[in-house]
């Protein structure tokens, strides 16, 4: 037997975009994932409105982050039969965790963008290849304000974990050969 490698990713070229979600935009629908209600295998960079609101450089660590869910149902003992335990399965929550460079000297940075828009709903990019190429993942996410300042004579660094309202579409493998998982449970090999 062929003794084989192991498939490793390394992120080399990544970004993360986020951009309000607008409500009033023209055909707009609450399951959008997307802006425009594009998938992970059809949004592009340019659907996140601004460059201010695409960051990689000060990028750290960008990780959509699953918890499992279950409920545990107990009962107790009787003359008839022992106590027993179940546990039933839910949908995992997911949270978009960043890690990154502090810019708050940045007018339309990062912490600028968090700061501004804490609370508010916005959607999300995450990308390994800067965007344009899978894997990448699409979804929606409630925004949290990040740190400010810090140490002195640091490199200032901060993280936020931002709650993903619903399970997001992600855009496995590579080009030419992909398949889209997405949040609603379908699955399509090589989307166009």
Same mark, same amino acid.
């Given at each position: ?17 986020? #951009? $309000?979600? &607008?409500?009033? @935009? ?6 959008? %994932?997307?802006?425009? +209600? !594009?998938?992970?295998?059809?949004? #592009? $960079?340019? &659907?996140?409105? @601004? ?6 450089? %000060?990028?750290?660590? +960008? !990780? ?129």
């Amino acid at each position: 037997m062929p003794v084989m490698e192991p498939t490793i990713l390394k992120v080399t070229d990544g970004l993360v975009a986020l #951009t $309000l979600v &607008d409500k009033a @935009a023209s055909g707009y629908s609450p399951a959008w %994932q997307a802006p425009g +209600g !594009k998938t992970a295998a059809t949004a #592009t $960079l340019a &659907d996140f409105t @601004a460059a201010n609101q695409q960051w990689s450089a %000060q990028i750290t660590s +960008g !990780k959509l982050t699953p918890s499992k869910q279950s409920n545990r149902s107990d009962r107790p003992a009787t003359f008839c039969s022992p106590a027993s335990s179940s546990v039933n399965p839910a949908q995992s929550t997911y949270a978009l965790d960043l890690s990154f460079f502090q810019d708050a000297h940045v007018r339309d940075g990062l912490s600028a963008f968090l700061f501004e828009n804490d609370t508010l709903e916005a959607y999300f990019l995450l990308a390994g290849n800067a965007g344009t190429a899978p894997p990448r993942a699409v979804g929606r996410v409630n925004l949290v304000a990040g740190g400010f300042l810090g140490e002195p004579q640091a490199n200032l660094t901060d993280s936020v974990s931002l709650d993903v309202i619903r399970k997001p579409d992600v855009l496995f493998g590579s080009t030419g050969s992909t398949r889209l998982v997405t949040g609603a449970g379908t699955a399509t090999n090589n989307p166009a």
